[in-house]
């Protein structure tokens, strides 16, 4: 993965200065907890968001390669065994737009992140969604084979680049994914896009990644 420094070189002045207005508005009693692993980009994304929201957090490592997330300890907080899972004190929740959405709603200063206007709300839920049912799973098709070491399909590739080239059209000429400003989606979609890009240079040099959006702050 891209290293810290070179993911805030990506971030423009607007968004940095975005980043640092903004904390929590009510701490929770506890650091929050995420269990995950850092491949994983719904993991990397609600890390982003606690760290937008200034929410200090801590994470506990999963290996899903020796298949940590299907023994009984993690199935009893998250039956589904998909990552991330998050603590906040004895509240549990699971899949990382959620979590993001909770944590705005529960610990976030203002509205900035996921906005309570009804229209502005739909367009990030849009992305979000945009998030985890196209550009997401294409990329985990293609990331599980190559996680355990088998072979990757020529479709798995294309099925990637059409979801790139979608991102592109929701994009625009806009800086950011939903709104004038960075919201979670970007943190979501950022965060795939950046797992995208570096899986694809092991896979195909001359893979055209087109998307334009800004890297969000990525602790890793």
Not at 90 to 111: E, T, V, W
Not at 144 to 159: A, D
Not at 161 to 180: H, N, P, T, V
Request: aromatic content about 10%; some cysteine.
């Amino acid at each position: 993965m891209p290293g810290r420094s070179y993911l805030l070189r990506k971030v423009s002045g607007s968004a940095r200065r975005a980043f640092s207005s903004t904390s929590a508005m009510a701490a929770p009693r506890e650091p929050i907890k995420l269990h995950g692993f850092t491949l994983s980009p719904p993991f990397r994304a609600s890390a982003m968001t606690c760290e937008v929201l200034g929410i200090e957090y801590k994470t506990q490592f999963i290996d899903v390669t020796s298949l940590e997330h299907r023994k009984p300890a993690y199935l009893k907080l998250n039956p589904l065994h998909s990552i991330p899972t998050m603590e906040d004190g004895d509240y549990i929740l699971y899949d990382s737009h959620a979590i993001s959405a909770y944590l705005c709603n529960m610990y976030g200063k203002d509205n900035k992140w996921y906005p309570t206007d009804p229209r502005q709300r739909g367009i990030v839920d849009q992305r979000l969604h945009f998030d985890c049912s196209v550009l997401g799973p294409s990329f985990k098709n293609m990331a599980i084979p190559l996680l355990f070491g088998k072979q990757i399909q020529p479709k798995m590739v294309e099925h990637v680049k059409e979801s790139m080239q979608q991102l592109d059209k929701l994009l625009g000429d806009r800086k950011f994914i939903a709104l004038d400003w960075p919201t979670i989606a970007d943190c979501h979609c950022s965060s795939t896009v950046i797992s995208i890009q570096v899986s694809l240079i092991s896979i195909s040099s001359n893979f055209p990644t087109t998307a334009k959006i800004n890297i969000c702050f990525c602790p890793y």
